[in-house]
């Protein structure tokens, strides 16, 4: 599956931001999808994670209560709904694509899409 991720951008702290990743391929909805960041001189790290039919969504401590990740498996896109942006938040966002486990390791899955960059400001 090829992933391309878009919405992302400058924002002020305190503001939303809604990330979308369009996939290509008919077996998108058998795959787990997830949302990762990577800040400059950081690892990349989960924000969050859905199983295939988005029943089971699992976020890192710094996203619950902040961020929604959804998906639609008929139009092939996952969401990442970003609210009360803070400067910490600042990262290259990528989703992810796995045919198989819920991994919060990135070498668990095995595509991703180019990044999208979201800036936020104090």
């Known amino acids: 599956v090829q992933l391309q991720a878009f919405g992302g951008g400058p924002v002020q702290a305190g503001g939303s931001l809604r990330l979308s990743c369009a996939a290509s391929?008919?077996?998108?909805?058998?795959?787990?999808m997830a949302w990762f960041r990577q800040a400059p001189g950081k690892e990349r790290e989960l924000v969050a994670r859905?199983?295939?039919?988005?029943?089971?969504?699992n976020y890192a401590d710094s996203a619950k209560g902040r961020f929604t990740a959804s998906r639609d498996n008929a139009k092939n896109t996952v969401y990442l709904q970003m609210n009360s942006l803070k400067p910490e938040d600042t990262a290259v966002y990528y989703c992810?694509?796995?045919?198989?486990?819920?991994?919060?390791?990135?070498?668990?899955?095995?595509?991703w899409g180019q990044g999208t960059q979201v800036t936020v400001s104090s």
């Open positions: 992810a694509a796995a045919r198989s486990g819920l991994s919060s390791n990135a070498s668990g899955y095995d595509s």
């Open positions: 391929g008919r077996t998108f909805s058998t795959y787990v």
């Open positions: 859905m199983s295939w039919s988005g029943g089971a969504t």
